[in-house]
């Protein structure tokens, strides 16, 4: 019997004898701590601005940074977000004629705060939040309550979301300082000989609701709806009105619209590292407006580190039964509007963007980055390009488990 | 009805740990990150509608 043999059969033997290692019965923890910097640049130019009743400028520039912070700790979470818009708007400009006026350069502050909690037995979460926005003709108040369940099988999750929004679109906030006492509506400058509504607050009310089924092993989907009810002053109170007569009016709107949207979603794991996720939306609401949504975001996967990302969406709309162009309203209708978002449109977006993960498996630093790039354009030729960065920042730290105490034999 | 309860059948009825390499990919998640979720944003803004998955309702801002 040779050496070779003898090695291998005494291998073989000692199989027998061998014991796996006993698995952990304590589940293991890990408390996790996400930051987010953000920065987002939008440039618009168009001719159809509602500041002047349908026609002129629409050149706007909107500088958007804004700091999130997630923490998880154990089944507890909390979020935070700060940011801000800054905005550069040559419509507002027009409110009252003035350059270089105050309107010109106006910035919108927003923040939201929420909490979350995890229930492992029932593997469902609650979640609740507020929020707040400042700019200087509006504040807004919010807050949600949301609640999220897994099924057992982690195939199906369904989600449900109340929000609700106390709106005051009076201007003079930041007029003196910050968070001064409101004053007024702000009126177009030769409207303000009269109070045109009688209502300065606007509530709104969303609950979305959502469903998503894993198919298989590359492939999900999900079904999406949001129902949202809108009271008080909606229309905009420095929209200016031009009738067939030559009058002049602001707009005027229901002091109430109801809306409803669904989306479907496939998202699909292909086999060549690209991953597609489609989307079909429709909209309809009691201003007459229907809407159309179709969507595609792409992944191509070139390496674990480096992802492209391609995108792609046409939107067309039915205008409002409200909307008229610039000179073509009927000083006798109730309602009006030359605001050309709530006009009969198409959109096409395109987009291009990739993202980085510095380093695939990482406990602490910079977990990934990314840039994206849109570029929006609107059959009544308004154009826009948007410009996305995000630095995602990643902290886990697995929490020591807790040994039990030795008892003394003595 | 038939239809929809034979298309929820045919999925698979659970998946194991190693089998969701896929599915649990970031990039398979059905919200956007940063850049599409402000796109989706100015698309509420610039147009009539409201996003059917989006965080952010009606309300909060003197757009739509």
Redesign the interface.
Known sequence: MNKRTILVGSLAFSILFGKAQKPKNKAFKVRETEV?L?Y?H?I?DGDNSAVTGGEGTERLIVY?PSFGLKKTFGKNGINFQLGADIISSASTDNIDRVQSSASRLDA?S?TNLGYSRYFEKSKSSISIGL?G?I?S??F?F?KYLGWTKTSK???QTYSA?L?V?N?D?RWGRLDDGFLSEPQFLIYPVELRFQEWYDEYK???Y?L?L?F???????N?I?I???L?L?KGLLA?PFHRIFFTDNTRAVEQLPDQRQ?L???L?W?T?TSGGV?L?N?I?G?T?D?G?L?L?IDN?T?I?LSPKW?L?P?A?Y?I?Q??KYFAAKGEHDANETYYTSDY??SS?N?L?I?M?W?HWPAVRKNRGLHSF???Y?Y?S?SNG?R?H?L???FNFLKKKALKEKRPKRRNKN | MLFIGGFFGSCATSLKPYERQYINDPEMSMFGANGTKFQQYVNTIREGSLAAEGKKGSGGCGCN
Do not use: H, P
């Not at chain 1, 998503?212 to 590359?218: I, K, N, Y």
């Open positions: 987010e953000l987002n939008y618009q958007g919108r927003y929020s926005s700019e003709d509006y807004s919010g099988s982690d195939m979301e929000q929004f709106d679109l606007r509530d709104s969303n979305n959502g998503t089924q894993v198919l298989d092993q590359r999900t999900g999406f709806t949001a949202s809108q905009t809306k949207a669904i989306s979603k998202n794991f991953i996720r989307k939306a909209y609401d201003f407006i809407g949504t975001e992944a996967k992802t990302l995108s969406r939107y709309q205008g409002s978002d709530l449109i959109s977006t987009g963007g993202r990314s840039i994206q849109f929006y609107r308004l826009a948007t996305a960065t995000s």
